[in-house]
């Protein structure tokens, strides 16, 4: 990062360079398998396992998508990479003047972002590979408990929505309607943490 920080700041960020690449390779992008079950799967929104396995399908969905989407991306910068790498066969071919020497250095900072981009999109792809794995894993745990059939993701709905609103009057009730949305988002988190903690306890 010539020119961009202090030498300082340089000298720093090349010192621990190795223990932020090792530590960015280990950080979760997306949400811990924990978080998917407790926070997105709330019980008090998807009160039955019927409606958990149908937003569990959802969920795998929109992160294949864009897993497809990426990869188009990824494919698109190799060849615009391969592009310039051939651009600048061409200018180093022809005795470059003052003017395609700066072309040229401005083209290798283009291929330089573009190889950072690269480096992260192959780290994106790992982590929605890893998502859709947990979303799998827990479409598959939930299936034994389906009472509708897994190919109607409507059938359920009369009893599960039925359910969440019942769920959701008992907390107005209790709670009142000053912050409902929030108040909700609390109370179903907690019920939820507590059910996952009372079935994993001696796993953990």
């Not at 999109?121 to 890893?130: G, H, L, N, Q, T």
């Not at 359920?156 to 609103?165: A, G, K, V």
């Not at 769920?167 to 109370?187: C, P, T, Y």
Request: charged share 35%; hydrophobic share 40%.
């Amino acid at each position: 990062m010539d020119g961009l920080l202090l030498e300082s700041d340089s000298v720093y960020l090349n010192k621990i360079s190795q223990d932020l690449i090792e530590r960015m390779d280990k950080l979760q992008q997306f949400r811990p398998k924990y978080l998917m079950e407790v926070s997105v799967l709330k019980d008090t929104r998807f009160p039955t396992a019927d409606a958990k396995y149908w937003q569990c399908i959802l969920e795998r969905n929109v992160h294949f998508t864009n897993l497809c989407f990426l990869h188009f991306d990824y494919l698109e910068k190799l060849a615009e990479i391969r592009i310039k790498e051939e651009y600048i066969a061409e200018l180093d071919a022809n005795s470059p003047t003052p003017r395609t020497k700066a072309v040229i250095a401005k083209i290798r900072i283009q291929m330089a972002r573009l190889n950072a981009q690269v480096i992260f999109a192959r780290k994106e792809a790992k982590e929605r590979v890893r998502e859709i794995r947990a979303w799998t894993e827990l479409i598959a745990k939930l299936e034994p408990e389906l009472k509708y059939a897994k190919d109607n993701p409507e059938e359920h709905l009369p009893e599960s929505f039925l359910m969440r609103m019942g769920e959701e009057r008992k907390m107005l009730e209790q709670i009142g309607a000053s912050d409902m949305a929030g108040a909700m988002n609390i109370i179903g988190l907690g019920k939820t943490a507590a059910r996952y903690w009372k079935e994993h306890e001696r796993e953990l």
